[in-house]
């Protein structure tokens, strides 16, 4: 059974960074698409970023391009997401899965895991 662990949340200054961490147990991850999300409190879980299996290809929601950095060790079948120029608008829980097709990224393949908890104070 794959399980997907996700690592590296904390709290925060506004302007401050983190990096998440993304561990997908279970199986090999080097051809599947891998993708961040974001859940603020009380509300939906939206996109933030997503990779292809290569690192080749990145997309971004337009509300953190420029400031995220979406990456992977395919070796170590993990991803990251580099954080920079935090918001309190960015608190919330982070996931990552992976999304079944690329652009279409509610569709996943893999039970959500439990996520990492961001705060950004202001």
């Known amino acids: 059974q794959v399980q997907v662990v996700e690592s590296g949340g904390g709290l925060v200054q506004t302007g401050g960074s983190l990096r998440l961490s993304c561990t997908v147990f279970g199986r090999p991850f080097d051809d599947r698409f891998i993708a961040w999300y974001h859940q603020a409190p009380g509300k939906e879980r939206d996109f933030v970023a997503a990779v292809t299996w290569n690192g080749g290809t990145t997309d971004y929601a337009p509300s953190v391009k420029g400031r995220f950095t979406i990456s992977r060790d395919n070796a170590k079948n993990t991803v990251f997401l580099q954080m920079n120029s935090l918001t309190p608008g960015d608190t919330g829980i982070y996931f990552c899965?992976?999304?079944?097709?690329?652009?279409?990224?509610?569709?996943?393949?893999?039970?959500w895991g439990q996520g990492t908890q961001v705060t950004v104070s202001s």
């Open positions: 899965n992976a999304p079944r097709l690329w652009g279409l990224w509610e569709g996943v393949l893999y039970d």
